[in-house]
T-cell receptor, first 115, second 117 residues
Framework: AQKITQTQPGMFVQEKEAVTLDCTYD???????LFWYKQPSSGEMIFLIY??????QNATEGRYSLNFQKARKSANLVISASQLGDSAMYFC????????????FGSGTKLNVKP | GAVVSQHPSRVICKSGTSVKIECRSL??????MFWYRQFPKKSLMLMAT?????????EQGVEKDKFLINHASLTLSTLTVTSAHPEDSSFYIC?????????????FGPGTRLTVL
C-alpha cells in the first residue's frame, strides 16, 4: 500500500480564497511526523509545516494550517488567502518513528492560483 | 530554517563521463543526508541515505556502483554519477536533517539539473 496518497493532481483557486490540499497516509507506527513542502518551478523544496503524531492541536504557520484527523489518517494542508506566488507543486511527506529516518512522499498536487 | 546548498545547480556532460554533485549544510551539522532523484512532473524518489563516516544505504533498484555517495564530514555529502548516460539525466536533490529540533525536519538543497548528452 502507498504510504502517502495525494489524490488531486491539479487544483485551481481564485486569488484571496482558501484552498485545501488532500493527503492521506498509511502507517502502523504510533510515532510519525507529517510534513508539507512547496516546490515552485525553480525546483527548490520549501518546508511549510509539520505535524507530529502525538500533537494534540493542528499545526499552523502563517497562512498555512494542517487539518490533522488522526483516526482518518489524513493531514490536509489548508492555505488561506491564496496569493499568486502560491502557485507551485505541493508535496505531503511522512517520516515513521523519530530521528532522521527517510521520508515517504506523495505524488504531489499542482496548485494554480488565478488572478 | 536551516540552509542546504548544492553545487553545481546545472551540469551538462557527455555520455561516459562522471559527474560529482556536492551537498552542504551551511549552518548546521548533518549526520544524515538524503539523495533524491526527480523526473519531470513526478514526485521525489529516494536514492540513498548518507550517514557521516559510514557507507550509504541505497534504496532497492539503485545501483550503488553507478551512484557513489560519500559523506566525508558533518557538512558535506557528495553524489558521483559514474559513466553517465542520457537516461541518468534528471533533477537531483539532497536533503539534510537539522538536529536539535523536535520535528526532525529535512531541509532541501536547491537541486542539480543534470543533462547527459
Amino acid at each position: 500500500a502507498q504510504k502517502i496518497t495525494q489524490t488531486q493532481p491539479g487544483m485551481f483557486v481564485q486569488e484571496k480564497e482558501a484552498v485545501t490540499l488532500d493527503c492521506t497516509y498509511d502507517t502502523s507506527d504510533p510515532s510519525y511526523g507529517l510534513f508539507w513542502y512547496k516546490q515552485p518551478s525553480s525546483g527548490e523544496m520549501i518546508f511549510l509545516i509539520y505535524q507530529g503524531s502525538y500533537d494534540q492541536q493542528n499545526a499552523t504557520e502563517g497562512r498555512y494550517s494542517l487539518n490533522f484527523q488522526k483516526a482518518r489518517k489524513s493531514a490536509n494542508l489548508v492555505i488561506s488567502a491564496s496569493q499568486l506566488g502560491d502557485s507551485a507543486m505541493y508535496f505531503c511527506a511522512m517520516r515513521e518513528g523519530r530521528g532522521f529516518n527517510k521520508f515517504y512522499f506523495g505524488s504531489g498536487t499542482k496548485l494554480n492560483v488565478k488572478p | 530554517g536551516a540552509v542546504v546548498s548544492q553545487h553545481p545547480s546545472r551540469v551538462i556532460c557527455k555520455s561516459g563521463t562522471s559527474v560529482k554533485i556536492e551537498c552542504r549544510s551551511l549552518d548546521f551539522q548533518a549526520t544524515t543526508m538524503f539523495w533524491y532523484r526527480q523526473f519531470p512532473k513526478k514526485s521525489l524518489m529516494l536514492m540513498a541515505t548518507s550517514n557521516e563516516g559510514s557507507k550509504a544505504t541505497y534504496e532497492q533498484g539503485v545501483e550503488k556502483d553507478k551512484f557513489l555517495i560519500n559523506h566525508a564530514s558533518l557538512t558535506l555529502s557528495t553524489l558521483t554519477v559514474t559513466s553517465a548516460h542520457p537516461e541518468d539525466s534528471s533533477f537531483y536533490i539532497c536533503s539534510a536533517g537539522s538536529g536539535g529540533t523536535s520535528t526532525d525536519t529535512q531541509y532541501f538543497g536547491p537541486g542539480t539539473r543534470l543533462t547527459v548528452l
